[in-house]
């Protein structure tokens, strides 16, 4: 089993930058992909971004160009670096892994609450 471990959530003004931190630990020889989803109130669970052990990374359209996503590997650490943000942005974000090319995560972090004042 993998352990995800998430940290680096708080508040933040609109415009400013946050970095989330998400740990893995256990079985993390199976981490293929690792990445971020967010859920606002009242709103679906979102994949924000990805990125494999080949480094090759996935933003959904509302936060290319204002988030990266960058680590695995080496320190089986994931990082989110997200700028710009907005209030849209406010959520609890979620830590996923995969062990597989596709299908939902096999791993879940507990979450990471982010809030954006305006």
């Known amino acids: 089993q993998v352990q995800l471990a998430e940290s680096g959530g708080g508040l933040v003004q609109a415009g400013g930058s946050l970095r989330l931190s998400c740990a893995a630990s256990?079985?993390?020889?199976?981490?293929?992909?690792m990445g971020w989803y967010r859920q606002a109130p009242g709103k679906q669970r979102e994949l924000v971004a990805t990125?494999?052990?080949?480094?090759?990374?996935y933003y959904a359209d509302s936060v290319k160009g204002r988030f990266t996503i960058s680590g695995l590997n080496a320190k089986n650490t994931v990082y989110l670096q997200m700028s710009s943000l907005e209030p849209e942005d406010a959520a609890v974000y979620y830590c996923a892994a995969w062990s597989g090319p596709t299908g939902p995560p096999d791993s879940w972090g507990q979450g990471t609450q982010v809030t954006v004042s305006s």
């Open positions: 256990g079985s993390i020889f199976r981490i293929r992909t």
């Open positions: 990125i494999n052990s080949g480094g090759t990374t």
